[in-house]
């Protein structure tokens, strides 16, 4: 993937499926560079084999105080979030990533989101269960008993809610064969999930060097969330997207 200076945002919008007409917004020229262009941040996370989840976030503030109060959000805030998800857009998703993305029959990799409840009930899954190997709720069951939020020790420096991660290394040989590494991102009423299996755990200072929130797990026993769509088969400042695309190992 080769570096990108500009891209038009109506353009940008276009590509993630909006056919409407642009908003009226009188506020846009303050964050605008130009009549065509603005100011964002990209934030990429590898989710599954030839899958990225994508965050497009508009780096000038409206309000530098205000928009970086985490508890006073504004409608301009550093700390937005999926305000909603419909089970229309988790088919449509899911739909979609059986259409576009080829399926390799491993689950060294896997993209999941969850809702943002207590009981972190799974949405969808990606990539469908294999006949072998752990399944979807294997991985789901690692992020049942995660404590998230800004109080847990270790934490980054993050100062909005797409770039704030939580981190969690799991050796669980008697399911996934070794080691698990776990990257949650909590985005209002759901938190994206992308693990990673390794067959070798990795050194203590492997994992000390890692620039995430580390993660406290509870000793609970997982239960089984009520039926989603998976079982059965407002625009913020930060927009997420999950794209197919050819990835290389970096």
Known sequence: MGPVRFSRLSKVRKQLGYDGPPPAWPEAEKIALDKDYMAVDIVINWAAEGLVLCFIHATTDLNPSADNDESQKTEWTNWCGTPFMPMEQIELLYRRL?????????MSRVFQILANQRERPLLLSWPP????????????????????????????????????????????????????????IPHGTIIFACHKVSSAPRSNNANASAPMQTLDY???????????????AARPRSAGSVFSTTLESR
């Open 129 to 184: 269960d294999s006949a072998q190997g752990p399944t979807s709720r294997d991985f789901a069951k690692l992020v049942e008993n995660v404590q998230i939020g800004t109080g847990v020790p270790g934490g980054n420096d993050a100062k909005t809610s797409c770039t704030r991660r939580y981190k969690a290394l799991q050796d669980v040989p008697q399911v996934f064969g070794g080691e698990v590494e776990s990257i949650f």
């Open 218 to 232: 509870g000793t609970a026993a997982y239960t089984a969330p009520n039926p989603t769509y998976y079982d059965q």
């Open 98 to 106: 059986l259409v576009c993305i080829p399926q390799t029959g491993t």
